[in-house]
Nanobody, 121 residues
């Protein structure tokens, strides 16, 4: 059993900032990648940013220079610092984790429940 608890979404004006958090707990032997995805109404879910166990990070071009993903391995928590927000950033943001289960040592992926981010113009 794995649990992901997301927090930090909300309503903000264009140009503002928000910080999303995703805490992972449960039967986890190790965490490989952690990332944030988003899905706007009528659009496909897209990768926003991800960070690997080796510390590499990837961002979708539209958020480069504005968003920063970070990870606290001691707390099994991933953060997404979002600055200079734009109305087009409005979406439900989902946390995703790729982990190795402590029970069977297989790798799994798990999604959070999503948190709404709304940027007003």
């Amino acid at each position: 059993q794995v649990q992901l608890v997301e927090s930090g979404g909300g309503l903000v004006q264009a140009g503002g900032s928000l910080r999303l958090s995703c805490a992972v707990s449960g039967s986890i032997f190790s965490i490989n990648a952690m990332g944030w995805y988003r899905q706007a109404p009528g659009k496909r879910r897209e990768l926003v940013a991800e960070t690997t166990s080796g510390g590499n990070t990837n961002y979708v071009d539209s958020v480069k220079g504005r968003f920063t993903i970070s990870r606290d391995n001691a707390k099994n928590t991933v953060y997404l610092e979002m600055n200079s927000l734009k109305p087009e950033d409005t979406a439900v943001y989902y946390c995703n984790v790729e982990y190795v289960s402590s029970s069977d040592k297989y790798e799994y992926g798990y999604w959070g429940q999503g948190t709404q981010v709304t940027v007003s113009s």
